[in-house]
């Protein structure tokens, strides 16, 4: 008898479940939960089928799901391909870039963890603060030919001051969306927005980032994880003189 690939992994899940909000399903390990992963269109068409349009994945009896697959990650990945075709210097998530680790509830080492992972990969992580918006934590993949300042400089500084494109004393609309797709949904796939780099080059760019909500898990603090290639930045008005 022959499986899909689905088929075979979902044989090594605990047998599926739906609550009010999603398809439920269990992996029995690692190996499972990330090839699951890798089959997320097909995930999401079973979760379909049950009438959900999520599904969580856990790991074992986790209390928590590991990953967290929406039915909009479809049309994510259909508006990022023709993204692509308009812009091809960005390069564009696929869909399996949208399934990302669930890190609303995660504590302290569940995060030291995710940004190893990310910073091993050659990404840029950056940690800033959901209270006062002031960065906690920068990595050292992130260049002052994108950024204009080093890591080191970035500790502590006030990202409205750059969320403010048009220097006006408040922050973009660009800004309030962010925030409120994090409230809903802890994780924002691909989100584009611009800001203006600090004092004194203040030119403004185009960046594209995954970011991620995590609730207590940085001392207790509410934070945003915001994840992104070196290379998905544009220049869209140069310095100021």
Request: negative net charge.
């Amino acid at each position: 008898m022959e499986f899909t690939e689905i088929e075979y992994y979902l044989q090594y899940c605990d047998k599926l479940t739906v609550n009010d909000q999603a398809l439920i399903i269990r992996a029995n390990s690692e190996l499972v939960l990330n090839a699951l992963r890798r089959c997320w269109k097909s995930v999401i068409e079973i979760a379909q089928k049950q009438k959900r349009d999520t599904a969580f994945i856990y790991l074992g009896d986790a209390e928590r799901p590991y990953y967290k697959i929406y039915d909009w990650f479809l049309q994510m990945e259909e508006n990022q391909s023709q993204s692509q075709e308009i812009n091809p210097e960005l390069p564009a998530p696929t869909g399996l870039d949208l399934i990302a680790p669930y890190l609303k509830n995660a504590d302290e080492i569940r995060v030291l963890e995710f940004m190893k992972e990310k910073i091993s990969e050659g990404l840029i992580v950056i940690i800033t603060s959901q209270i006062d918006n002031r960065c906690r934590f920068t990595s050292k993949s992130l260049k002052p030919e994108r950024a204009f300042w080093t890591p080191e400089q970035f500790v502590n500084y006030d990202y409205l001051k750059s969320w403010d494109i048009d220097q006006i004393g408040r922050p973009s609309q660009e800004y309030e969306r962010m925030r409120a797709l994090l409230d809903r949904d802890s994780f924002i796939p691909g989100y584009e927005y611009s800001l203006r780099r600090p004092k004194p080059d203040l030119a403004l760019c185009r960046y594209r980032t995954d970011y991620y909500h995590v609730a207590d898990g940085w001392g207790g603090e509410p934070i945003r994880i915001g994840v992104s290639h070196p290379d998905d930045w544009q220049l869209l008005q140069p310095a100021v003189n």
